[in-house]
């Protein structure tokens, strides 16, 4: 996956880092599970708050929804902690990606390397 901070960032408050940037999918989306994004490859120990952005509403398995999709519209993607640690930050978060129209997890082996989504993470 390719990942393209935006002019200005990684900036910090006080003792935390923030970034935003555009998440490109992989050239080959993973069997089942989605793609693991982790604090290190930011130069990071971890992520507080990690938060997939561009909420729009969307027709999704003919039922209208708002989620976060990525810049084609085409897709739609979901980052959750990879596990919870109670007060403490967490080493990496798992993204899946999702067909806007269908609703349904992206196949295996689809390429996403043109397709995008805007991220915003804090964290240590």
Same mark, same amino acid.
């Given at each position: 996956?390719?990942?393209?901070?935006?002019? *200005?960032?990684?900036?910090?408050? *006080?003792?935390?880092?923030? !970034?935003? /940037? &555009? #998440?490109? +999918?992989?050239?080959?989306?993973?069997?089942? =599970? +989605?793609?693991?994004?982790?604090?290190?490859?930011? =130069? /990071? =120990? =971890? %992520?507080? /708050?990690?938060?997939?952005?561009?909420?729009?509403?969307?027709?999704?398995?003919?039922? @209208?929804?708002?989620?976060?999709? !990525?810049?084609?519209?085409?897709?739609?993607?979901?980052?959750? %902690?990879?596990?919870?640690?109670?007060? !403490?930050?967490?080493?990496?978060?798992?993204?899946?990606?999702?067909? @806007?129209?269908?609703?349904? #997890?992206? +196949?295996? *082996?689809? &390429?996403?390397?043109? #397709?995008?989504?805007?991220?915003?993470?804090?964290?240590?």
């Amino acid at each position: 996956m390719t990942r393209k901070i935006l002019p *200005g960032y990684d900036t910090s408050f *006080g003792n935390k880092k923030a !970034s935003i /940037w &555009d #998440e490109y +999918g992989p050239k080959s989306y993973p069997a089942s =599970g +989605g793609v693991t994004i982790t604090a290190k490859t930011l =130069g /990071w =120990g =971890g %992520f507080d /708050w990690f938060k997939v952005c561009n909420f729009q509403v969307a027709t999704v398995n003919s039922q @209208t929804v708002v989620v976060p999709l !990525s810049f084609s519209g085409n897709y739609f993607a979901t980052a959750a %902690f990879a596990s919870t640690a109670p007060d !403490s930050a967490v080493a990496s978060v798992v993204m899946k990606w999702y067909v @806007t129209s269908t609703g349904v #997890e992206v +196949g295996s *082996g689809v &390429d996403l390397s043109a #397709e995008a989504v805007r991220v915003f993470a804090l964290g240590v």
